[in-house]
Nanobody, 128 residues
Framework: QVQLVESGGGWVQAGGSLRLSCAAS????????MGWFREAPGKHREFVAA???????????YYANSVKGRVTIYRDNVKNIVDLQMARLKLKDTTIYYC??????????????????WGSGTQVAISS
């Protein structure tokens, strides 16, 4: 059983920065894939970033094209957290952000359907 709790969401002006955090428990973090997704009302859940665990033969990071250059994912297997540093935020970044985890994602690290465990989300609001 994996439990995920997001934090760090809030309000920020367009062009600003925000750092989201996800705390994982119930499973050694190094053995699971961690990802960040976002879902706005009326829209499907979209991939943001992910970080593979070392158990899969090597660590790799993945970013959606919409956030490349503005987002960095940080993973700390000692503290069992995965952070999402966001910069140069845009109005379209306004949504609920979810932390996700899975044992292996079946090779679909960038797809929400491949993740079994989810946090309840943290809301990010960008204003002009």
């Amino acid at each position: 059983q994996v439990q995920l709790v997001e934090s760090g969401g809030g309000w920020v002006q367009a062009g600003g920065s925000l750092r989201l955090s996800c705390a994982a428990s119930g499973r050694p973090m190094s053995s699971i894939v961690m990802g960040w997704f976002r879902e706005a009302p009326g829209k499907h859940r979209e991939f943001v970033a992910a970080h593979n665990g070392v158990a899969y033969g090597g660590e790799s990071t993945y970013y959606a094209n919409s956030v490349k250059g503005r987002v960095t994912i940080y993973r700390d297997n000692v503290k069992n957290i995965v952070d999402l540093q966001m910069a140069r935020l845009k109005l379209k970044d306004t949504t609920i952000y979810y932390c996700a985890a899975d044992d292996d994602c079946s090779g679909k690290t960038q797809h929400h359907a491949a993740y079994e465990y989810w946090g309840s989300g943290t809301q990010v609001a960008i204003s002009s």
